[in-house]
Protein backbone atom coordinates (compact mmCIF):
# COMPACT_ATOMS: atom_id res chain seq x y z
CA UNK A 1 0.00 0.00 0.00
CA UNK A 2 1.27 3.51 -0.96
CA UNK A 3 1.94 5.99 1.48
CA UNK A 4 -0.11 9.36 0.86
CA UNK A 5 1.94 11.83 -0.47
CA UNK A 6 -0.54 15.12 -0.45
CA UNK A 7 0.03 17.79 -3.44
CA UNK A 8 0.93 21.18 -2.09
CA UNK A 9 -2.20 22.77 -2.87
CA UNK A 10 -3.70 19.73 -0.66
CA UNK A 11 -1.33 20.54 2.21
CA UNK A 12 -2.81 23.94 2.35
CA UNK A 13 -5.90 22.48 3.15
CA UNK A 14 -4.70 20.51 5.31
CA UNK A 15 -2.94 23.34 7.64
CA UNK A 16 -6.49 25.41 6.90
CA UNK A 17 -7.94 22.79 9.22
CA UNK A 18 -5.33 22.34 11.89
CA UNK A 19 -5.19 26.13 12.23
CA UNK A 20 -8.26 26.71 12.54
CA UNK A 21 -11.53 25.31 14.45
CA UNK A 22 -13.76 26.08 11.80
CA UNK A 23 -13.14 25.93 7.95
CA UNK A 24 -14.87 26.03 4.23
CA UNK A 25 -12.73 23.91 1.86
CA UNK A 26 -14.36 24.69 -1.59
CA UNK A 27 -12.76 22.47 -3.70
CA UNK A 28 -13.87 21.28 -7.24
CA UNK A 29 -14.28 17.41 -7.68
CA UNK A 30 -11.30 15.77 -8.04
CA UNK A 31 -9.16 17.48 -5.77
CA UNK A 32 -8.82 14.98 -2.98
CA UNK A 33 -11.38 16.74 0.20
CA UNK A 34 -11.36 13.28 1.30
CA UNK A 35 -7.79 12.61 1.53
CA UNK A 36 -7.13 16.28 2.99
CA UNK A 37 -9.49 15.48 5.83
CA UNK A 38 -8.21 12.66 6.33
CA UNK A 39 -4.86 13.60 6.99
CA UNK A 40 -5.89 16.80 8.75
CA UNK A 41 -8.32 14.63 11.01
CA UNK A 42 -4.88 12.38 11.56
CA UNK A 43 -2.76 15.26 12.15
CA UNK A 44 -4.97 16.68 14.87
CA UNK A 45 -5.48 13.28 16.43
CA UNK A 46 -1.91 12.86 16.84
CA UNK A 47 -1.63 16.25 18.59
CA UNK A 48 -4.62 15.14 21.01
CA UNK A 49 -6.60 18.23 19.85
CA UNK A 50 -9.71 15.43 18.28
CA UNK A 51 -10.25 11.90 18.75
CA UNK A 52 -12.78 10.44 16.78
CA UNK A 53 -14.64 12.52 13.57
CA UNK A 54 -18.21 12.40 12.52
CA UNK A 55 -18.46 12.55 8.58
CA UNK A 56 -21.90 13.32 6.98
CA UNK A 57 -21.56 12.92 3.12
CA UNK A 58 -24.36 11.50 0.40
CA UNK A 59 -24.66 8.05 0.70
CA UNK A 60 -23.12 6.86 -2.27
CA UNK A 61 -19.59 8.99 -1.35
CA UNK A 62 -19.92 7.67 2.02
CA UNK A 63 -19.81 3.80 0.59
CA UNK A 64 -17.38 4.18 -2.60
CA UNK A 65 -15.14 6.95 -1.21
CA UNK A 66 -14.71 7.64 2.11
CA UNK A 67 -15.26 4.25 3.21
CA UNK A 68 -12.64 3.07 0.76
CA UNK A 69 -10.24 5.83 1.19
CA UNK A 70 -9.63 5.26 5.17
CA UNK A 71 -6.91 2.00 3.78
CA UNK A 72 -5.93 3.52 0.83
CA UNK A 73 -2.27 5.04 2.27
CA UNK A 74 -0.33 3.40 4.91
CA UNK A 75 -0.69 6.11 6.99
CA UNK A 76 -4.41 6.08 7.87
CA UNK A 77 -4.87 2.40 7.32
CA UNK A 78 -4.94 1.76 10.89
CA UNK A 79 -8.29 4.17 11.00
CA UNK A 80 -11.25 2.37 12.36
CA UNK A 81 -14.37 3.12 9.97
CA UNK A 82 -18.48 2.86 10.98
CA UNK A 83 -21.11 3.78 8.46
CA UNK A 84 -24.34 4.16 10.30
CA UNK A 85 -26.75 2.81 7.59
CA UNK A 86 -29.39 0.21 7.10
CA UNK A 87 -31.63 -0.20 10.11
CA UNK A 88 -32.11 1.88 13.56
CA UNK A 89 -30.21 -1.37 15.32
CA UNK A 90 -27.24 -1.37 12.31
CA UNK A 91 -27.25 2.64 13.00
CA UNK A 92 -26.90 2.52 16.57
CA UNK A 93 -24.67 -0.45 16.68
CA UNK A 94 -22.40 1.26 14.05
CA UNK A 95 -22.38 4.69 15.97
CA UNK A 96 -21.81 2.54 19.48
CA UNK A 97 -18.54 1.36 17.63
CA UNK A 98 -15.00 1.78 19.25
CA UNK A 99 -14.34 3.84 15.61
CA UNK A 100 -12.10 6.59 14.77
CA UNK A 101 -14.61 7.73 12.12
CA UNK A 102 -18.01 8.02 12.18
CA UNK A 103 -20.21 8.08 8.72
CA UNK A 104 -24.06 9.19 8.12
CA UNK A 105 -26.27 10.30 5.54
CA UNK A 106 -27.88 13.84 5.62
CA UNK A 107 -31.47 11.84 5.53
CA UNK A 108 -30.64 9.98 8.83
CA UNK A 109 -29.06 13.24 10.42
CA UNK A 110 -32.77 14.07 11.70
CA UNK A 111 -32.68 10.43 13.20
CA UNK A 112 -29.40 11.04 14.85
CA UNK A 113 -30.64 13.69 16.53
CA UNK A 114 -33.55 11.63 18.14
CA UNK A 115 -31.80 8.67 19.11
CA UNK A 116 -29.41 10.92 20.97
CA UNK A 117 -32.29 12.74 22.83
CA UNK A 118 -33.25 9.77 23.69
CA UNK A 119 -30.14 8.27 24.59
CA UNK A 120 -30.02 5.79 22.73
CA UNK A 121 -27.31 6.92 20.75
CA UNK A 122 -24.11 8.72 22.00
CA UNK A 123 -22.07 11.22 20.33
CA UNK A 124 -18.55 10.08 20.63
CA UNK A 125 -17.15 12.51 17.88
CA UNK A 126 -15.62 15.87 18.67
CA UNK A 127 -14.82 16.80 15.20
CA UNK A 128 -17.51 17.07 12.12
CA UNK A 129 -16.81 17.04 8.61
CA UNK A 130 -19.88 18.14 6.21
CA UNK A 131 -19.05 16.58 2.77
CA UNK A 132 -21.22 18.65 0.08
CA UNK A 133 -22.56 20.86 2.60
CA UNK A 134 -24.89 22.63 0.18
CA UNK A 135 -27.44 19.79 1.74
CA UNK A 136 -27.87 22.03 4.36
CA UNK A 137 -28.24 25.17 2.27
CA UNK A 138 -31.65 25.44 3.04
CA UNK A 139 -31.89 26.50 6.79
CA UNK A 140 -36.16 25.41 7.27
CA UNK A 141 -35.21 21.65 6.60
CA UNK A 142 -35.24 18.96 9.07
CA UNK A 143 -32.11 17.78 8.51
CA UNK A 144 -30.63 21.85 8.93
CA UNK A 145 -32.70 22.21 12.19
CA UNK A 146 -31.35 18.92 13.11
CA UNK A 147 -27.78 19.44 12.40
CA UNK A 148 -28.28 22.74 13.66
CA UNK A 149 -28.91 21.08 17.58
CA UNK A 150 -26.10 18.60 17.27
CA UNK A 151 -23.24 21.70 16.74
CA UNK A 152 -22.74 22.13 20.34
CA UNK A 153 -20.84 18.42 20.49
CA UNK A 154 -18.27 19.42 18.07
CA UNK A 155 -15.38 21.68 18.72
CA UNK A 156 -14.00 21.46 15.43
CA UNK A 157 -16.49 21.84 12.98
CA UNK A 158 -15.77 21.97 8.99
CA UNK A 159 -17.56 22.25 5.14
CA UNK A 160 -16.80 20.62 2.13
CA UNK A 161 -17.96 21.56 -1.87
CA UNK A 162 -17.36 22.97 -4.73
CA UNK A 163 -20.42 24.82 -5.19
CA UNK A 164 -21.26 26.65 -1.85
CA UNK A 165 -23.52 29.51 -4.10
CA UNK A 166 -24.49 27.96 -6.69
CA UNK A 167 -28.16 29.11 -6.55
CA UNK A 168 -28.20 32.05 -4.80
CA UNK A 169 -25.47 33.99 -2.22
CA UNK A 170 -28.26 33.60 0.11
CA UNK A 171 -26.93 29.53 0.25
CA UNK A 172 -23.83 30.81 2.38
CA UNK A 173 -25.94 31.34 5.68
CA UNK A 174 -26.74 28.04 6.18
CA UNK A 175 -23.35 26.35 5.34
CA UNK A 176 -21.05 29.34 7.43
CA UNK A 177 -24.14 28.69 10.55
CA UNK A 178 -22.21 24.95 10.47
CA UNK A 179 -19.01 26.67 11.35
CA UNK A 180 -19.67 29.55 13.47
CA UNK A 181 -22.92 29.08 14.96
CA UNK A 182 -24.25 32.32 13.90
CA UNK A 183 -21.03 34.99 15.02
CA UNK A 184 -20.29 35.55 11.26
CA UNK A 185 -23.94 36.58 9.93
CA UNK A 186 -26.03 35.99 12.74
CA UNK A 187 -28.17 33.19 14.48
CA UNK A 188 -31.23 33.22 11.89
CA UNK A 189 -31.76 33.71 8.52
CA UNK A 190 -34.58 36.98 8.48
CA UNK A 191 -31.66 38.54 10.34
CA UNK A 192 -29.54 37.96 7.78
CA UNK A 193 -31.86 39.11 4.86
CA UNK A 194 -32.32 41.88 6.31
CA UNK A 195 -29.11 43.22 6.95
CA UNK A 196 -27.63 42.39 3.35
CA UNK A 197 -30.58 42.05 1.25
CA UNK A 198 -33.48 44.12 -0.19
CA UNK A 199 -37.34 42.73 0.99
CA UNK A 200 -39.30 42.88 -2.50
CA UNK A 201 -43.24 41.24 -1.29
CA UNK A 202 -44.76 39.57 -4.39
CA UNK A 203 -48.48 38.57 -4.69
CA UNK A 204 -49.41 34.98 -3.15
CA UNK A 205 -47.51 35.73 0.55
CA UNK A 206 -43.86 35.28 -0.32
CA UNK A 207 -40.88 37.45 -1.08
CA UNK A 208 -38.03 37.92 -3.39
CA UNK A 209 -34.62 39.74 -1.82
CA UNK A 210 -31.80 41.28 -3.67
CA UNK A 211 -28.58 42.01 -2.66
CA UNK A 212 -28.13 45.37 -1.19
CA UNK A 213 -25.40 48.02 -2.88
CA UNK A 214 -22.09 46.28 -1.03
CA UNK A 215 -23.58 43.28 0.68
CA UNK A 216 -21.60 40.46 -1.86
CA UNK A 217 -18.50 41.85 -0.96
CA UNK A 218 -19.40 42.24 2.83
CA UNK A 219 -20.23 38.96 2.82
CA UNK A 220 -17.20 37.16 0.72
CA UNK A 221 -15.00 39.61 3.01
CA UNK A 222 -16.67 37.53 6.49
CA UNK A 223 -15.38 34.58 5.21
CA UNK A 224 -11.93 35.37 4.36
CA UNK A 225 -9.21 33.32 6.67
CA UNK A 226 -11.98 30.50 6.98
CA UNK A 227 -12.41 29.63 3.75
CA UNK A 228 -9.90 27.99 0.82
CA UNK A 229 -10.93 28.02 -2.69
CA UNK A 230 -8.57 25.26 -4.99
CA UNK A 231 -9.95 25.02 -8.43
CA UNK A 232 -9.13 21.82 -10.41
CA UNK A 233 -7.99 23.82 -13.68
CA UNK A 234 -5.65 25.92 -11.46
CA UNK A 235 -3.91 23.04 -9.91
CA UNK A 236 -4.23 19.71 -12.48
CA UNK A 237 -3.71 19.13 -15.63
CA UNK A 238 -7.21 18.87 -16.64
CA UNK A 239 -8.04 17.64 -20.28
CA UNK A 240 -9.73 19.91 -22.63
CA UNK A 241 -13.74 20.53 -22.25
CA UNK A 242 -15.43 21.87 -25.45
CA UNK A 243 -19.34 22.60 -25.31
CA UNK A 244 -21.52 21.65 -27.56
CA UNK A 245 -25.29 23.25 -28.31
CA UNK A 246 -27.42 20.68 -30.42
CA UNK A 247 -30.86 22.32 -31.39
CA UNK A 248 -34.02 20.80 -32.87
CA UNK A 249 -36.93 22.51 -33.82
CA UNK A 250 -40.28 21.63 -32.13
CA UNK A 251 -43.17 20.40 -34.89
CA UNK A 252 -45.50 22.33 -35.57
CA UNK A 253 -48.68 21.05 -33.86
CA UNK A 254 -45.84 20.71 -30.59
CA UNK A 255 -44.95 24.20 -31.18
CA UNK A 256 -48.54 25.21 -31.15
CA UNK A 257 -49.60 23.40 -28.28
CA UNK A 258 -46.71 24.70 -26.58
CA UNK A 259 -47.28 28.09 -27.31
CA UNK A 260 -51.11 27.43 -26.04
CA UNK A 261 -49.73 26.64 -22.48
CA UNK A 262 -46.72 29.22 -22.72
CA UNK A 263 -49.40 31.88 -23.11
CA UNK A 264 -52.10 30.54 -20.46
CA UNK A 265 -49.08 30.99 -17.72
CA UNK A 266 -48.25 34.40 -19.06
CA UNK A 267 -51.35 35.75 -18.69
CA UNK A 268 -51.90 34.37 -15.02
CA UNK A 269 -48.25 36.05 -14.77
CA UNK A 270 -49.97 39.14 -15.93
CA UNK A 271 -53.04 39.08 -13.83
CA UNK A 272 -51.09 38.57 -10.93
CA UNK A 273 -52.55 35.16 -9.71
CA UNK A 274 -49.55 32.70 -9.87
CA UNK A 275 -47.80 31.97 -6.79
CA UNK A 276 -44.20 30.85 -6.01
CA UNK A 277 -45.42 27.02 -6.18
CA UNK A 278 -47.88 27.48 -9.11
CA UNK A 279 -44.69 29.05 -11.47
CA UNK A 280 -42.60 26.08 -9.87
CA UNK A 281 -45.20 23.86 -11.28
CA UNK A 282 -45.75 25.74 -14.78
CA UNK A 283 -41.66 25.96 -15.26
CA UNK A 284 -41.84 22.03 -14.50
CA UNK A 285 -44.30 21.32 -17.30
CA UNK A 286 -42.86 23.70 -19.59
CA UNK A 287 -39.38 21.68 -19.72
CA UNK A 288 -41.84 18.14 -20.19
CA UNK A 289 -43.22 19.81 -23.00
CA UNK A 290 -39.86 20.58 -24.49
CA UNK A 291 -38.77 17.38 -23.67
CA UNK A 292 -41.24 15.63 -25.80
CA UNK A 293 -44.07 14.31 -23.10
CA UNK A 294 -46.30 16.01 -20.50
CA UNK A 295 -49.46 14.95 -18.21
CA UNK A 296 -52.94 15.19 -19.38
CA UNK A 297 -54.07 19.45 -18.88
CA UNK A 298 -55.82 18.22 -15.18
CA UNK A 299 -54.74 14.44 -14.62
CA UNK A 300 -56.49 12.93 -11.70
CA UNK A 301 -54.89 11.10 -9.01
CA UNK A 302 -55.31 7.87 -10.89
CA UNK A 303 -54.10 9.70 -13.69
CA UNK A 304 -50.83 11.30 -12.83
CA UNK A 305 -48.31 8.24 -13.65
CA UNK A 306 -50.24 8.79 -17.45
CA UNK A 307 -47.58 10.65 -19.93
CA UNK A 308 -48.86 12.43 -23.01
CA UNK A 309 -46.15 12.10 -25.99
CA UNK A 310 -45.54 14.79 -27.69
CA UNK A 311 -42.86 14.88 -29.76
CA UNK A 312 -39.86 13.03 -30.89
CA UNK A 313 -37.48 15.92 -31.68
CA UNK A 314 -35.20 15.41 -28.33
CA UNK A 315 -35.20 11.82 -29.08
CA UNK A 316 -34.07 11.77 -32.18
CA UNK A 317 -31.12 14.24 -31.99
CA UNK A 318 -30.43 11.62 -29.03
CA UNK A 319 -30.45 9.17 -31.32
CA UNK A 320 -28.26 10.44 -33.63
CA UNK A 321 -25.56 11.59 -31.86
CA UNK A 322 -25.63 7.83 -30.29
CA UNK A 323 -25.17 6.68 -34.14
CA UNK A 324 -22.39 9.27 -34.29
CA UNK A 325 -20.44 8.29 -31.55
CA UNK A 326 -20.10 5.02 -33.00
CA UNK A 327 -19.55 2.54 -30.02
CA UNK A 328 -18.12 5.20 -27.70
CA UNK A 329 -19.40 5.30 -24.93
CA UNK A 330 -21.72 8.26 -23.93
CA UNK A 331 -23.18 9.47 -20.74
CA UNK A 332 -27.22 11.18 -21.05
CA UNK A 333 -28.35 13.27 -18.29
CA UNK A 334 -31.99 12.90 -18.04
CA UNK A 335 -34.69 15.14 -15.90
CA UNK A 336 -37.35 12.55 -15.25
CA UNK A 337 -38.69 9.27 -15.58
CA UNK A 338 -40.77 8.59 -18.17
CA UNK A 339 -37.40 10.68 -20.67
CA UNK A 340 -36.01 6.67 -19.78
CA UNK A 341 -39.00 4.83 -20.85
CA UNK A 342 -38.90 6.90 -24.24
CA UNK A 343 -35.20 6.39 -24.30
CA UNK A 344 -35.06 2.97 -24.78
CA UNK A 345 -37.98 2.52 -26.22
CA UNK A 346 -36.75 4.54 -29.31
CA UNK A 347 -32.70 2.30 -29.05
CA UNK A 348 -34.97 -0.82 -28.49
CA UNK A 349 -32.36 -1.70 -25.72
CA UNK A 350 -32.85 -2.09 -21.59
CA UNK A 351 -30.48 0.93 -21.49
CA UNK A 352 -28.93 0.96 -17.59
CA UNK A 353 -30.82 4.32 -15.41
CA UNK A 354 -28.82 5.45 -12.79
CA UNK A 355 -31.22 7.22 -10.46
CA UNK A 356 -34.44 7.27 -8.04
CA UNK A 357 -35.18 3.28 -7.07
CA UNK A 358 -31.67 1.69 -8.53
CA UNK A 359 -30.45 -0.09 -5.35
CA UNK A 360 -26.78 0.13 -4.21
CA UNK A 361 -25.71 -2.89 -5.24
CA UNK A 362 -27.60 -2.77 -9.35
CA UNK A 363 -26.09 0.80 -9.01
CA UNK A 364 -22.59 -0.33 -7.86
CA UNK A 365 -22.75 -2.99 -11.02
CA UNK A 366 -23.71 -0.52 -13.12
CA UNK A 367 -20.87 1.81 -12.50
CA UNK A 368 -18.57 -1.11 -12.56
CA UNK A 369 -19.42 -1.91 -16.00
CA UNK A 370 -19.60 1.27 -17.41
CA UNK A 371 -15.93 2.37 -15.91
CA UNK A 372 -14.97 -0.92 -17.88
CA UNK A 373 -16.18 0.19 -21.11
CA UNK A 374 -19.27 -2.15 -21.30
CA UNK A 375 -21.84 0.09 -21.83
CA UNK A 376 -22.45 2.14 -25.04
CA UNK A 377 -24.91 4.61 -23.05
CA UNK A 378 -25.54 5.44 -19.48
CA UNK A 379 -28.57 6.90 -18.47
CA UNK A 380 -28.26 9.09 -15.41
CA UNK A 381 -30.31 11.37 -13.71
CA UNK A 382 -28.22 14.05 -12.14
CA UNK A 383 -29.25 14.22 -8.29
CA UNK A 384 -28.35 10.93 -7.97
CA UNK A 385 -25.21 10.70 -9.09
CA UNK A 386 -23.91 14.49 -9.50
CA UNK A 387 -21.66 14.06 -5.96
CA UNK A 388 -19.21 10.97 -5.49
CA UNK A 389 -19.17 8.88 -8.69
CA UNK A 390 -16.06 8.36 -10.67
CA UNK A 391 -17.40 8.05 -14.12
CA UNK A 392 -14.11 9.08 -15.98
CA UNK A 393 -13.21 5.87 -16.88
CA UNK A 394 -15.95 4.80 -18.90
CA UNK A 395 -16.28 7.65 -20.88
CA UNK A 396 -15.54 11.36 -22.40
CA UNK A 397 -19.13 12.78 -23.66
CA UNK A 398 -22.31 13.33 -21.92
CA UNK A 399 -25.03 14.82 -22.75
CA UNK A 400 -28.01 16.96 -21.44
CA UNK A 401 -31.14 15.14 -22.67
CA UNK A 402 -33.42 17.31 -19.93
CA UNK A 403 -31.85 20.36 -18.08
CA UNK A 404 -31.52 21.80 -14.94
CA UNK A 405 -32.36 24.86 -13.34
CA UNK A 406 -29.74 23.54 -10.52
CA UNK A 407 -26.24 24.83 -11.59
CA UNK A 408 -24.68 22.65 -8.48
CA UNK A 409 -26.08 19.70 -10.00
CA UNK A 410 -24.65 20.69 -13.86
CA UNK A 411 -21.38 21.09 -12.44
CA UNK A 412 -21.51 18.27 -10.56
CA UNK A 413 -22.87 16.37 -13.04
CA UNK A 414 -20.17 16.92 -15.67
CA UNK A 415 -17.52 16.81 -12.85
CA UNK A 416 -18.28 12.54 -13.13
CA UNK A 417 -16.46 12.70 -16.52
CA UNK A 418 -14.74 16.15 -16.51
CA UNK A 419 -11.98 15.43 -13.78
CA UNK A 420 -8.50 14.20 -13.06
CA UNK A 421 -7.85 10.80 -14.33
CA UNK A 422 -9.67 11.75 -17.74
CA UNK A 423 -6.92 10.87 -20.30
CA UNK A 424 -9.09 12.53 -23.57
CA UNK A 425 -10.95 15.18 -24.28
CA UNK A 426 -14.42 15.78 -22.82
CA UNK A 427 -17.47 17.23 -24.49
CA UNK A 428 -20.67 17.96 -23.11
CA UNK A 429 -23.53 18.23 -25.41
CA UNK A 430 -26.94 20.19 -24.15
CA UNK A 431 -29.92 19.34 -26.47
CA UNK A 432 -32.07 22.77 -26.83
CA UNK A 433 -35.07 23.04 -27.97
CA UNK A 434 -34.81 26.36 -29.81
CA UNK A 435 -37.39 29.07 -28.46
CA UNK A 436 -38.44 27.51 -25.59
CA UNK A 437 -37.79 27.46 -21.60
CA UNK A 438 -34.81 25.78 -22.85
CA UNK A 439 -33.01 28.73 -23.81
CA UNK A 440 -33.81 30.82 -20.12
CA UNK A 441 -32.35 27.63 -18.11
CA UNK A 442 -28.61 28.38 -20.31
CA UNK A 443 -28.60 31.79 -20.02
CA UNK A 444 -29.79 31.97 -15.82
CA UNK A 445 -27.66 28.65 -15.31
CA UNK A 446 -25.09 31.31 -16.51
CA UNK A 447 -25.67 34.20 -14.32
CA UNK A 448 -25.48 32.03 -11.04
CA UNK A 449 -22.02 30.36 -12.43
CA UNK A 450 -21.28 34.61 -12.57
CA UNK A 451 -22.19 35.11 -9.07
CA UNK A 452 -20.51 32.14 -7.58
CA UNK A 453 -17.49 32.83 -9.67
CA UNK A 454 -16.94 36.18 -7.83
CA UNK A 455 -17.17 34.93 -4.45
CA UNK A 456 -14.44 32.13 -5.56
CA UNK A 457 -12.56 35.06 -6.87
CA UNK A 458 -12.61 37.40 -3.47
CA UNK A 459 -11.60 34.47 -1.83
CA UNK A 460 -8.93 33.80 -4.42
CA UNK A 461 -8.04 37.68 -4.13
CA UNK A 462 -7.29 37.56 -0.66
CA UNK A 463 -5.14 34.54 -0.24
CA UNK A 464 -2.81 35.92 -2.67
CA UNK A 465 -2.99 39.17 -0.22
CA UNK A 466 -2.25 36.63 2.33
CA UNK A 467 0.60 34.97 0.56
CA UNK A 468 1.99 38.18 -0.43
Avoid at 169 to 180: K, R, V
Wanted: include cysteine; charged fraction near 25%; glycine fraction near 8%.
Amino acid sequence: MQPFTPHRYQLDGVQLMCANPAAALFLDPGMGKTAISYAAFSVLKDHGAVSRMLVIAPIRPLRLVWRQEAAKWQDFAGLRVALAHGTAQERIAALASDADVYLINPENVKWLLDAVMKGTVRVQADMLVVDESTKFKVTGTQRFKALRELLAFFKRRYILTGTPAARHIEDLFGQTFILDQGARFGRFITGFRKTYFHEEPQRGGYSLWSLRAGAEEQIFAKLNGIALRLKATDYLQMPEKRDNVIRVELPADARAAYRAMEGRFFAELAGGTVSAANAATVSMKLRQFANGFAYGEEPTAAECAKVVHVHDAKVDALTDLIEEQQGQPLLVAVSFLHEVDAIRKALGVDVPYLGGGVSHAAADRIVADWNAGKLPVLLAHPASVAHGLNLQAGGHAMVWFGLTWSLEDKLQMEARVWRQGQRRGVVIHYIVADDTIDELIIERLNQKDATQARLFAALQEYAKRKAA
